[in-house]
Each structure stands twice: as structure tokens, then as C-alpha cells.
């Protein structure tokens, strides 16, 4: 059985950049609209 390398922060980096900018922003907007989902929902 091989034993696969721990991921390193390069592999992350890697993994940022094929994303991109627009799947952060993406992201960071859906993120950004649940928490206010449910703000509004308890409010």
C-alpha cells in the first residue's frame, strides 16, 4: 500500500490559485448571505 505525502501549503496554494479569485468572492458572498439568513430568521 503507498503511503500518500501529507499535503503541504504549497498543495494549498496550488489549490487557491486554480479556484481562483471569483470562487472566493463566490464563497465569501454565499457565506456572508446564509449568516444574514439566518440572522433574519431568529430576529
Known amino acids: 500500500m ?3 505525502p501529507a499535503p503541504d501549503r ?3 496554494i496550488k489549490w487557491i ?3 481562483g ?3 472566493f468572492i463566490f464563497f465569501l ?3 456572508l448571505l446564509w449568516l ?3 440572522y ?3 430576529k
Open 2 to 4: 503507498e503511503k500518500r
Open 36 to 38: 444574514a439568513v439566518g
Open 29 to 31: 458572498v454565499k457565506g
Open 10 to 12: 504549497s498543495d494549498f
Open 40 to 42: 433574519f430568521l431568529i
Open 17 to 19: 490559485k486554480r479556484i
Open 21 to 23: 479569485f471569483w470562487g
